[in-house]
């Protein structure tokens, strides 16, 4: 056993050689598992732990793909054998169901027992309903964590807690991930276009984000992060901010052509990078207009409401002219109604979006 755990300690010291951010465990239960069987890979006693495949009497859904595990006593515990690094800091997390209260938790140990695990490093109640992602950070992990635990505890008239897609990831120093926000839009040539993203530190140290804006079809660009100009901006651990990008189509674009915008996103260390694409279709200017003509936004000046009406109308952004997101709607027919009562007097952006088209945005005055 100690054999084993060396190796996969220095397998663990190669990759991280090699990669800046790697899940040391992906568990779906999706292979090689049996039908109300003990899970493979796992140590389980008195079939505390069993797998299902799709939808059983016995229990419920996956969360992804065919395969999960659930309980099957009302304290089941089950192990695997995973060394943890004490230098390292670590998140965990899964996806959990039950059809009651059950206290699902994570334990790190010296030996599959239950007597023998220490380190408790996720604990969090798990009700019915739907799925439920459940996460926790750990750094200071001690000594002797050769085995990491899963242990259910059922509630009252409970039977089942199932759990699926289970990830432990080593978090580095130096990581951060980006996504789009809004990003489909139809504009004409040499119109101003407006993309929102957002960046989320998933290391242990505060970043410094560096935006870099890279395409043939765009120009004048400037990105807004919490209401401040600038294409660098700050990064708390764990922090999520949401990033506005403007920038004009030049005039020289065909009408009809595939044009896209790429946000390539750094830090000072230089060890990592994200980035997010944005598509656009340019329309002549005809085009433009027709739509703008099928979108009506009233009353404008605005002091307590302001309704948006559209064909196949789908979402609606409320923005300052800094791009900030105030908030966000979904259409529940061709119409969405805004409060705008509790916003100071000024012009703001609504971006809207219908089936047939692309964002187009339009400006509003609060009174």
Known sequence: MRMKNLLLTLTLALITSFTFADS?????????????????????????????????????????????????????????????????????????????????????????????????????????????????????????????????????????????????????????????????????PGSQAIFHFQVHNTGYDPLDITAHPSTEYFTNFSCYVNGVNGMTFPLQPDETVEATMYATLKPEVEPGSVTWLDVMMTIPCGCNTAMVTFWVTPLDITQVAESLQDISIFPNPASDFVTIEAEGLQSVLLTDMNGKALSSHAAKGNSIRIDVSGLKAGVYLIAVKTRSTSSFVKSILKM
Not at 67 to 88: K, Q, R, V
Not at 172 to 182: K, N, R, S
């Open 24 to 188: 040391i465990l992906l568990e779906g239960f999706e292979y090689a598992n049996h039908d109300l069987e003990k899970p493979i890979g796992w140590t389980c006693d008195d079939d505390s732990w069993l797998c299902g495949y799709l939808e059983k009497d016995h229990n419920r859904m996956p969360h992804t793909g065919n395969w999960y595990a659930f309980s099957n006593t009302e304290d089941s515990w089950m192990y695997m054998p995973l060394y943890l690094i004490p230098s390292i800091n670590y998140r965990f997390t899964c996806w959990a169901i039950s059809d009651g209260d059950f206290q699902l938790e994570f334990w790190a140990g010296k030996e599959p027992q239950p007597d023998q695990m220490h380190t408790l490093l996720l604990s969090e109640t798990v009700g019915d309903g739907a799925y439920q992602k459940i996460s926790s950070y750990v750094e200071d992990i001690p000594e002797d964590c050769e085995y990491i635990a899963i242990h259910a505890i059922a509630g009252q008239g409970s039977t089942h807690l199932t759990i699926d897609d289970i990830e432990f990831d080593m978090v580095l120093q130096y990581d951060f991930e980006a996504e789009p926000i809004t990003g489909d839009t139809a504009m004409y």
